[in-house]
């Protein structure tokens, strides 16, 4: 029996129209330097999971009561964007006692001046010795041939799993991991939506869940049996489209929208497909909204006290976590953004907070 847990879905706000801003670069900045769910189908088949046999084709053991809960999640695999990367390189220092993400130092290289919500669960809220192989990349879209990144150098969600996860970890015995100590991230769409939504495409968002869905369909023909599949926060909220008004904010949100429903269809599809999946959906857009709402919802966030700009001076990371500029007026940790489009660690401490608590 596969188990759903999900915030409530916040729809954002249909369309207006217009507005067409660029996209902004999304580097990854460095520490120091730097409507209600709908009435999801039971049998959706549009964004149906390839269906196959339940059992992995894969060395690892098919699915059967693969969740232990979180106290025994053993090795984490993420996947992502800027939001979710600490620049670990799969090539270097594995995860071990001394580094849980391997490599970088600790927290790595990150977009949020400090740990993000994978250092955050893996070394806050872990209930256990976690291990976590972050294969996330800074600008990633699901993929690059639908939606283009900023740079072409950045490895999309197709080449997280197919140049990452699987050469080097699909059948690593050295790495351990099986299909009941394992949990499997995904979190994207911020790039595939902030770089297309401008130009207002009607099939785009159908062919990217169509990709995710092979992906998924991959990972779990490898072995995966316990997923976490994250939504797009309110970024139209962010600096990034808030400076061009009220119609880019209305035109992003809808396709944020649109992308989350096809993320909630997705991961129904899943559990249907194969019921030995476990699969848990973490509303980061409710989290978000909640927080930009009103800060103190979550102590880790409620110093702060401008959920609407970024500082210039801070923009390109800070020397510490609370670094004070009087051109800001307030230290870096008491704004939500740190820049055009990343929230400050507070945020991302809070989210790895509901996060694990989802996960019990
Ligand atoms: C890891 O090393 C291989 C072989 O040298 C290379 O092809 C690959 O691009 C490297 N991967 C990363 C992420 O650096
Ligand atoms: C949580 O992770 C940290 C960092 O790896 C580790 O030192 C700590 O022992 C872990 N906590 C538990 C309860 O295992
Ligand atoms: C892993 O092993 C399976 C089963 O032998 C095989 O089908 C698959 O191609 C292997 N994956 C890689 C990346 O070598
Ligand atoms: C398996 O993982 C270990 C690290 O745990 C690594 O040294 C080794 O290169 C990996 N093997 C392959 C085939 O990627
Ligand atoms: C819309 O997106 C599809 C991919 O889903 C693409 O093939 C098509 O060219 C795009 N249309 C326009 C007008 O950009
Ligand atoms: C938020 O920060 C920006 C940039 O420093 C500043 O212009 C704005 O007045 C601040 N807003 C509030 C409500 O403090
Ligand atoms: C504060 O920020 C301004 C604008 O970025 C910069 O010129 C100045 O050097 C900063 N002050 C300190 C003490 O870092």
């Avoid at 080449?159 to 990452?164: G, H, I, K």
């Avoid at 100590?181 to 979190?187: D, E, H, K």
């Amino acid at each position: 029996m596969s188990t759903i847990t999900s915030f409530v879905l916040a729809l954002l706000a249909m369309p207006a129209a217009l507005a067409i801003p660029a996209p902004d670069p999304k580097p990854t900045w460095g520490w120091t330097s730097t409507t209600e769910p709908s009435t999801t189908k039971a049998h959706e088949t549009s964004d149906s999971i390839t269906a196959t046999s339940a059992v992995s084709t894969a060395s690892s053991a098919s699915c059967e009561k693969h969740w232990r809960g979180w106290h025994n999640v053993q090795k984490f695999f993420a996947f992502g964007d800027s939001y979710t990367t600490v620049s670990f390189n799969p090539n270097s220092t594995q995860p071990n006692p001394a580094n849980p993400i391997g490599n970088p130092p600790f927290p790595g290289y990150t977009s949020s001046n400090g740990p993000n919500w994978v250092d955050f669960l893996t070394a806050t809220y872990n209930q256990s010795f976690v291990e976590t192989y972050d294969l996330a990349y800074g600008g990633a879209t699901v993929d690059s041939s639908l939606v283009a990144q900023y740079l072409p150098t950045v490895l999309d969600f197709r080449q997280q799993v197919n140049q990452e996860f699987l050469p080097y970890y699909e059948n690593n015995s050295t790495v351990g991991w099986t299909s009941s100590n394992s949990l499997f991230a995904a979190f994207f769409g911020i790039n595939d939506v902030g770089n297309s939504y401008g130009a207002q495409n009607a099939t785009l968002n159908a062919d990217i869940f169509v990709v995710y869905a092979h992906l998924v369909d991959q990972l779990y023909q490898a072995g995966a049996c316990n997923f976490l599949f994250l939504n797009v926060p309110p970024v139209n909220l962010a600096p990034n489209t808030a400076q061009y008004g009220a119609s880019a904010v209305a035109l992003e949100g809808a396709a944020i929208a649109d992308f989350n429903l096809r993320l909630q269809r997705l991961a129904t599809s899943l559990m249907v497909t194969h019921p030995d999946t476990t699969v848990f959906q973490f509303d980061t857009s409710a989290l978000f909204g909640q927080i930009l709402n009103k800060p103190s919802s979550y102590p880790q966030t409620a110093n702060i006290v401008n959920t609407t700009a970024y500082c210039a001076a801070y923009a390109n990371g800070t020397p510490a976590k609370d670094t004070f500029n009087a051109t800001c007026g307030v230290p870096v940790n008491e704004y939500f953004w740190l820049n055009s489009l990343h929230p400050l660690y507070t945020v991302h401490d809070a989210m790895a907070s509901q996060i694990a608590l989802l996960l019990e």
